[in-house]
């Protein structure tokens, strides 16, 4: 994966909360290969009507936000399920960063193993920043070294799992997570067979 350290991008607002996996896209869409790109599924029954067409209801379909990286929400983003597909829906779109007061606990794994940051503010700067989008404003930064999220004012901190910020910061899944800790876990192992002889496997 491609680290994350620094993102200064379009921000779009949805002013919704506890939206879930199955909104994010809908199972129908998921017979479709991934190669293809889930992008254009993401909301899909939220944004768009009967006849294909944008209802223009979120400000995603808004031209003032194309190319957007960062989506502000409110609390419990991503809950649910745990469709993976809802992540891959918010990456295929453009998305790099969403920034919500809490997130569904399997989304947010599921977007750290696929490079996107779910940083957590409080309900309070979540509202200031959907105003400040509702106003006009239309760039953020969102800074994963020092966690905070810059906009006109003063900077806004954020929260995340500390080992999902590692993963982030060096681009690693979980194996290259394991991998960076092999020292580590083979000083647990020497001890371990020292506290614990019996508990080695014996080779006859």
């Given at each position: 994966m491609e680290p994350f350290r620094r993102l200064e991008g379009v921000a779009c607002p949805l002013p919704l909360a506890s939206v879930d996996t199955d909104q994010l896209i809908p199972a129908r869409f998921m017979k479709t290969p991934r190669a293809e790109g889930y992008g254009r599924f993401l909301l899909h029954d939220l944004r768009f009507g009967?006849?294909?067409?944008p209802t223009g209801a979120l400000a995603l379909d808004d031209p003032a936000r194309a190319g957007a990286r960062i989506l502000v929400a409110r609390r419990n983003f991503g809950a649910?399920?745990?469709?993976?597909?809802?992540?891959?829906?918010l990456v295929d779109a453009g998305f790099r960063c969403v920034i919500a007061p809490s997130f569904g606990d399997i989304f947010a794994g599921n977007a750290v193993n696929n490079g996107l940051l779910p940083a957590i503010v409080s309900e309070e700067?979540?509202?200031r920043l959907l105003v400040a989008l509702d106003a006009g404003l239309?760039?953020?930064?969102v800074d994963l070294e020092t966690q905070t999220i810059t906009e006109a004012g003063e900077p806004i901190p954020f929260e995340i799992d500390p080992v999902f910020r590692e993963k982030l910061l060096n681009g690693w899944d979980d194996l290259d997570l394991t991998l960076a800790r092999r020292d580590e876990i083979a000083a647990f192992a020497a001890a371990d067979l020292e506290r614990r002889p019996w508990?080695?496997?014996?080779?006859?």
């Amino acid at each position: 994966m491609e680290p994350f350290r620094r993102l200064e991008g379009v921000a779009c607002p949805l002013p919704l909360a506890s939206v879930d996996t199955d909104q994010l896209i809908p199972a129908r869409f998921m017979k479709t290969p991934r190669a293809e790109g889930y992008g254009r599924f993401l909301l899909h029954d939220l944004r768009f009507g009967a006849d294909g067409a944008p209802t223009g209801a979120l400000a995603l379909d808004d031209p003032a936000r194309a190319g957007a990286r960062i989506l502000v929400a409110r609390r419990n983003f991503g809950a649910g399920s745990s469709r993976e597909a809802a992540v891959y829906a918010l990456v295929d779109a453009g998305f790099r960063c969403v920034i919500a007061p809490s997130f569904g606990d399997i989304f947010a794994g599921n977007a750290v193993n696929n490079g996107l940051l779910p940083a957590i503010v409080s309900e309070e700067d979540a509202e200031r920043l959907l105003v400040a989008l509702d106003a006009g404003l239309d760039h953020l930064t969102v800074d994963l070294e020092t966690q905070t999220i810059t906009e006109a004012g003063e900077p806004i901190p954020f929260e995340i799992d500390p080992v999902f910020r590692e993963k982030l910061l060096n681009g690693w899944d979980d194996l290259d997570l394991t991998l960076a800790r092999r020292d580590e876990i083979a000083a647990f192992a020497a001890a371990d067979l020292e506290r614990r002889p019996w508990a080695a496997p014996r080779l006859r």
